[in-house]
């Protein structure tokens, strides 16, 4: 309990140094604040090179995520809770603007999906989605981890 409590307290300062620092999207699940690597925990967004389509168009759905965490940063800058690291040493966070997490928004807007390996978090949120035809769902796509292995 007392590790647990010192590790919110630790991941509380973490997540307050950011505020002052520049914002850059990577990817519809990646952002830079500084010089730090942030890598949204439990979501997965299609890669930047990935094609989806609509209606016969092919669509850069992999830009598009980006596009839409882009737009919804603005010129916010994320407040991040770490998670840990990952094998490629980037952060592990659930970012927030004005309180509301950017992993939460991306998958019930259908730009990310519930990444069930790391994470069952937002998997009513992706329900959402599919259920509704938002974003990806109302597309032809693969899954971001099934295109990795393309």
């Known amino acids: 309990m007392k590790r647990c409590i010192l590790s919110l307290i630790i991941l509380f300062f973490l997540s307050q140094k950011v505020f002052a620092d520049t914002v850059k999207v990577i990817d519809g699940d990646?952002?830079?604040?500084?010089?730090?690597?942030?890598r949204f925990g439990g979501i997965d967004a299609p890669e930047l090179k990935q094609t989806c389509f609509k209606n016969k168009e092919k669509i850069s759905c992999g830009i598009l995520a980006k596009n839409v965490l882009k737009k919804k940063i603005g010129k916010e800058?994320?407040?991040?809770?770490s998670e840990g690291k990952d094998v490629y040493k980037r952060t592990i966070a659930e970012c927030f603007i004005n309180g509301e997490s950017l992993s939460?928004?991306?998958?019930?807007?259908?730009?990310?999906f519930a990444y069930r390996k790391y994470s069952r978090k937002f998997i009513k949120d992706e329900r959402f989605a599919k259920k509704n035809r938002l974003g990806l769902w109302s597309m032809k796509f693969i899954f971001p981890w099934e295109f990795r292995k393309l």
């Open 30 to 38: 990646t952002i830079k604040i500084g010089n730090e690597k942030i």
């Open 77 to 81: 800058t994320p407040k991040c809770i």
């Open 104 to 112: 939460k928004f991306l998958v019930s807007n259908g730009y990310a």
